[in-house]
């Protein structure tokens, strides 16, 4: 119970002065947008992955992060602190869990400072790193909390708008998850949070100029 006190009381302190600094996030271009969806594409970024085999995504996503906050307090050969990033971006993996059901891969977006060369984890922490190649991904945002009960709701709000689009036919699962949650705010912000559902889309079918960058 102490370490856990420990635990929750530190990620406070981190979350306080996170919200006094811009926090980096992995750079995008929009190249299609409508009212509740946009096509993004994305450049090659790295990120630090732990796996969790777990059937509640609340559970997952809380276990993973606990390994990586570790691993960017300081839990790492370089013994290096790293700065706090945002989205953490929980990938729903199917099949990889108990008994053939869902796993989970909760990532953390390294710095730009780290992205050529990420400190090397401690074993214990079971983390590893994980580069994503230049794709493209359908997003749809909502608000609350990502929770067990709203997350895969959601998924299938953006699965039904890009059916109805010109994109229907071009969602692919080449990464091996069926979606991803983004979440950038932390635990204790109560209004104006922001997520994100994130889907792959076929990289040859968004291969046209963005229509703004960010």
């Not at 909760?106 to 994980?130: C, G, M, N, T, W």
Request: aromatic fraction near 12%; hydrophobic fraction near 40%; proline fraction near 5%.
């Amino acid at each position: 119970m102490a370490k856990q006190s420990v635990f929750i009381i530190s990620v406070f302190i981190i979350e306080c002065l996170a919200l006094c600094h811009a926090l980096e996030t992995p750079s995008y271009k929009v190249v299609h947008s409508e009212s509740d969806f946009e096509i993004r594409r994305y450049g090659n970024s790295s990120w630090m992955s732990a796996i969790v085999r777990e059937v509640s995504f609340q559970k997952a996503t809380m276990d993973g992060f606990n390994r990586l906050f570790k691993y960017i307090q300081g839990g790492n050969l370089n013994c290096s602190q790293i700065p706090m990033t945002s989205p953490v971006l929980t990938s729903i993996v199917p099949g990889a869990g108990p008994f053939h059901s869902w796993a989970y891969s909760v990532k953390f977006y390294l710095p730009e400072k780290f992205q050529a060369d990420p400190p090397i984890p401690l074993a214990q922490l079971r983390l590893q790193s994980h580069s994503r190649n230049s794709t493209c991904v359908g997003v749809r945002k909502f608000s609350g909390f990502a929770v067990d009960s709203n997350v895969m709701v959601e998924a299938e709000k953006l699965a039904h708008s890009l059916k109805k689009s010109s994109w229907a036919n071009f969602t692919t699962a080449e990464s091996g998850s069926a979606f991803s949650i983004a979440q950038y705010d932390p635990p204790f912000k109560v209004l104006g949070r922001l997520n994100e559902v994130w889907v792959d889309v076929k990289r040859s079918f968004c291969e046209s100029d963005g229509v703004a960058s960010y």
